[in-house]
C-alpha cells in the first residue's frame, strides 16, 4: 500500500467562482473550480492513489499565479511547473495545450495532428475531460472543428467566460 501522500490546497477567489488548487511539493498537482471539488477528489485518487489535502495560504506562490491571470497576466499560469501524471498519450495531449497561446483556439484535429495522432481528435476531446489542471492545462482554448464551443467539464458558461477574458472573439 503506498503512503498517504499529502497535497497542500487553497481556494482562490475569481470572477467566475472560487478556484481549487492542489500542490505536490511545489508543482500543481490540480486546478477546479468551486462545485466541482468531487472531480478534483476522483482525479486526485485516481492519479495518486490515497492523500490528505492541508490547507495552505498561497502555496509556492500558486494563489498568486492564479489571481495575476484572472487579473490580466494570461501567461501566469503557463510559468508555473505542473504534477499532471497522467498516460503517456493523456501527457502528450496535455503538454500540446501549453502550445496554445492565451487569446487563441486551436481545434480537437489540429491537437491531434499537432501530437503526431491525426486521427486522435475524439482521443483528445477524452483527455481533455479528464485534464487534471484546469486554465494551466488551457483545453478551454480547444474549440470543434466548426469552430464552435464544444465540451468543458466546468461548463460552457466558464469555457465562454476564460476565452472573452482573453481576448478571443467568439462572434
Sequence with gaps: MRPL???RYDEVASPIGKILVALMD????ALDFEGYSDRLHRLLERRFGPYALSNERNPAGISTSVSDYF???LNALGRISLASHGSPFQERAWQ???TIPPGQCATYAEQAIKIGAPHAARA???ANALNPIAIALPCH???GTSRSLTGY???LDR???LLTHEGVDLA
Design 71 to 73: 487579473d490580466g497576466d
Design 5 to 7: 501522500l499529502r497535497l
Design 96 to 98: 500540446a495545450l501549453r
Design 153 to 155: 467539464a466546468a461548463g
Design 159 to 161: 469555457k465562454r467566460w
Design 141 to 143: 482554448r480547444v474549440i
Design 124 to 126: 483528445i476531446g477524452h
Design 26 to 29: 511545489e508543482r500543481l498537482a
